[in-house]
C-alpha cells in the first residue's frame, strides 16, 4: 500500500463510520494527511484525521481516533492501528506494502513524490539581481510545480528570496557542477565555489549522487545481460521495530539516514555504506540482512516528504540533501543486487534489482529538477 492508497483508506474509513452513525454531524474531508510519524509515534505513517474531525463530531479527538481505528485496521493493507497522543492514528502497514512503494515508483518514474500539497496556489518569488537568487528561482518553478502549485518570478522591491550570494562566479565550474554549488548548500550558507565539485571522489556529493545514478542504470545493463528483470515482489520488510517509521523523519526532523551495510568497511569521514577502495571482497549476504534494503526504502518513502519540504519552504538545498542520502543507500546496497560467482539469480536478486531501479528513478527525477543531468555512464 502506498501513501497515497493509505489516505484513500483512511477517507474510506471516515465514510464507512459516517454512515453506520457512528461520527454523527461529521462531513467526510476531501483529502486525508498521511504523513511519517513525529516524536512519540509508532508504525509507518500516522494521520491526524482525528483531530480534524473532533469539532464536527462534538466528542474528544481520542474517542474519535478509536471509532476510526477500527475500520483503518480491517483493510487488508494494514497491520495495525495505534492511538497516540491527543488522538494521532498510528498505521503499520502489512508486508507487501514496501512492494507497493517500489512499484509505485516504478510505475511514476520521475513524477514519483508529486502531490497536491500547493493545488491552485501562486507563489511569488521577487529575487535581487543575483546569480545564486536566480537559479534557486528558476528551481524552485520545478519544485512548486511539483506539488501542483505555480511559482512567478519577478525582479522587485521586496525582495522576499534572498539567498546568500556566491563569493565569485560558478560559471568555470560547468553547468551542472555549478548549479549544485548553489543549490546543495542552505540559503542562509555562503556557497563554495571550488574545482572540489569536479572531483570525482567520495567526498563530493554530486559525484556520488550522479554515480550512484548510473551505478543503478549499470545493474540494470547487467542484469539483463544474466537474462532476468527486476521484480519488487520479493521485499522483505526491514528488520527492528516500527518499520520505516524510524528512518523516515518527521516534519522538521533530521534528514534520513541510511543504515549502514555492516558488509562494508568505512574510514572516518566516509559517508555511511560506501565502500573503501582497499575493502575486501564481501562475502554473500546472510539471508535475514535486510539493513540495506531498509535504508533505501526509507530514503525512497521519504522522498515525497522532502519535495513538499523543498517547495513549502522554498528551500531546494532540502531536494538535493536528500538526494545524497538516497545516493549513499544505493552506494551501500549495490553489491547485493546481481549474483556473485555462479550463483543464479533468485527472487531476491529481482526484487533488489527493483528496488535499484526504483532508486535511480527518484536520483533521475531529483536531478531534472534541480536542473543536472543524470548520466546514464560515469
Known amino acids: 500500500m502506498t501513501p497515497v492508497e493509505l ?11 459516517v454512515d453506520v452513525g457512528e461520527l454523527d454531524g461529521v462531513s467526510v474531508p476531501g483529502s486525508a494527511a498521511v504523513t511519517p510519524p513525529g516524536p512519540g509515534g509508532c508504525g509507518d505513517y500516522a494521520t491526524n484525521i482525528a483531530l480534524r474531525l473532533a469539532g464536527q463530531a462534538r466528542r474528544p ?9 477500527a475500520h483503518i485496521a480491517a483493510d487488508p493493507g494494514v497491520a495495525d492501528v495505534t492511538v497516540t497522543g491527543p488522538g494521532f492514528l498510528n498505521i503499520t502497514l502489512a508486508g507487501g506494502a514496501f512492494a ?24 511569488e518569488l521577487r529575487v535581487p539581481y543575483d546569480t545564486r537568487a536566480e537559479v534557486v528561482a528558476d528551481t524552485l518553478v520545478r519544485i512548486v510545480a511539483t506539488q501542483g502549485g505555480r511559482a512567478e518570478v519577478r ?70 545481460t544474466l537474462g532476468y528483470t527486476g521484480a519488487p515482489r520479493g521485499l522483505r520488510l526491514p528488520d527492528g521495530p516500527g518499520g520505516l517509521a ?17 558488509r ?12 573503501r577502495a582497499d575493502a575486501s571482497p564481501r562475502t554473500p549476504a546472510a539471508p535475514s540482512d535486510t539493513s540495506g534494503e531498509a535504508g533505501l526504502l526509507a530514503a525512497l518513502a ?41 550463483e543464479k539469480p533468485s527472487a531476491a536478486h529481482r526484487a533488489r534489482l527493483a528496488l535499484a531501479e526504483a532508486a535511480g528513478a527518484v536520483l533521475a527525477g531529483g536531478l531534472s529538477l534541480l536542473g543536472i543531468s543524470a548520466p546514464e555512464h560515469l
Open 302 to 342: 521519504g522522498y515525497p516528504h522532502a519535495l513538499r519540504l523543498a517547495a513549502r519552504h522554498r528551500a531546494p538545498d532540502r531536494l538535493a540533501r536528500h538526494l545524497v542520502v538516497t545516493a549513499d543507500a544505493v552506494l551501500g546496497f549495490q553489491h547485493v543486487v546481481l549474483p556473485l560467482g555462479d
Open 264 to 275: 562494508t568497511r568505512r574510514d572516518p569521514g566516509v559517508p555511511g555504506g560506501t565502500r
Open 155 to 224: 525582479h522587485a522591491e521586496p525582495v522576499n528570496l534572498r539567498p546568500v550570494p556566491a563569493p565569485e562566479d560558478p560559471a568555470p565550474l560547468g553547468h551542472d557542477a555549478a548549479r549544485w554549488a548553489l543549490l546543495h548548500p542552505a540559503p542562509h550558507d555562503r556557497p563554495r565555489i571550488s574545482a572540489d565539485h569536479l572531483l570525482q571522489r567520495e567526498s563530493n556529493p554530486l559525484f556520488r549522487v550522479r554515480y550512484a545514478h548510473a551505478r543503478t542504470r549499470a545493474l540494470r545493463r547487467n542484469a539483463a
Open 61 to 69: 479527538a481520542p474517542e474519535v481516533a478509536e471509532i476510526l481505528r
Open 246 to 262: 524510524a528512518l523516515v523523519p518527521h516534519e522538521g526532523g533530521p534528514p534520513v539516514r541510511p543504515v549502514e551495510d555492516p
Open 7 to 17: 489516505s484513500r483508506t483512511v477517507l474510506c474509513a471516515v465514510r464507512r463510520a
Open 100 to 123: 507497493d512503494l517500489v512499484e509505485e515508483v516504478l510505475e511514476r518514474g520521475p513524477r514519483y513524490g508529486y502531490g497536491d500539497t500547493l493545488a491552485g496556489q501562486v507563489v
